[in-house]
Structure formats: structure tokens, C-alpha cells
């Protein structure tokens, strides 16, 4: 199983970003998607799931700004980002509850840099 990411790169603070995640290989059903993202010399912090029912979640830092989506069938998960500003600048990676091969497990993107200049 893989999670690829893309979608990133440099904007202008309040411009948009949409982040895309596709994952690929042996799966025979996926649960939560989520995004997370890691801000230079800080902690990697999650910013929004969705289940696979539909149903959303967000950090507080980006409540209102960024939406997160899904294909099930395209077995996709998006990340809308607007309004971005400089302390939206971080790597993002995406993460899905996969099963596969007769087992759950929690896989990991490779990571899509967004830079938001000032």
C-alpha cells in the first residue's frame, strides 16, 4: 500500500492550495483520512479527518480556511487550504486507516511541502 501526495508549493499569504493524496496497492477498504503537518522545529500536528462515512474534523488553527474531501472511489482524500498564511508554511502529509491484506494498519504519504509567503 501507498499514500502519494501532491499538491504543494510557494504562494502568496491569502491565496489557495489544493493538496491531493491517492492511495494505491492490495486495498480492500479504507476507514479515516487524515492530514497532518509539520512546521519547521516543531511537532508534526494533525489538521483535519474525515471518516468514510463523510464526517469531518479540524484543528482550531484552520476551522473556516481549509476543507477537507474525499473520493472513496478514486480512494482519495483533498485538502482545500484558503486564506493561507505564513504559519500555514509546513510539510503536509496525508495518513489513511487501510485495510489490506487481511489486516488494519495506519500508512503514511511521503509529504508535500506548502510554503506561504508574507
Known amino acids: 500500500v501507498q499514500l502519494q501526495a501532491s499538491g504543494g508549493g510557494l504562494v502568496q499569504a491569502g491565496g489557495s492550495l489544493r493538496l491531493s493524496c491517492v492511495a494505491s496497492?492490495?486495498?480492500?477498504?479504507?476507514?479515516?483520512m487524515r492530514w497532518y503537518r509539520q512546521a519547521p522545529g516543531k511537532q508534526r500536528e494533525l489538521v483535519a479527518t474525515?471518516?468514510?462515512?463523510?464526517?469531518?474534523n479540524s484543528a482550531d488553527s484552520v476551522k473556516g480556511r481549509f476543507t477537507i474531501s474525499r473520493d472513496n472511489a478514486k480512494k482519495s482524500v483533498f485538502l482545500q487550504m484558503d486564506e493561507l498564511k505564513p504559519e500555514d508554511t509546513a510539510v503536509y502529509y496525508c495518513?489513511?486507516?487501510?485495510?489490506?491484506?487481511?489486516?488494519?494498519?495506519?500508512?503514511w504519504g511521503q509529504g508535500t511541502l506548502v510554503t506561504v509567503s508574507s
Open positions: 495518513n489513511a486507516d487501510i485495510y489490506s491484506d487481511s489486516r488494519w494498519g495506519t500508512y
Open positions: 496497492g492490495s486495498i480492500s477498504s479504507i476507514n479515516a
Open positions: 474525515i471518516t468514510s462515512g463523510g464526517r469531518t
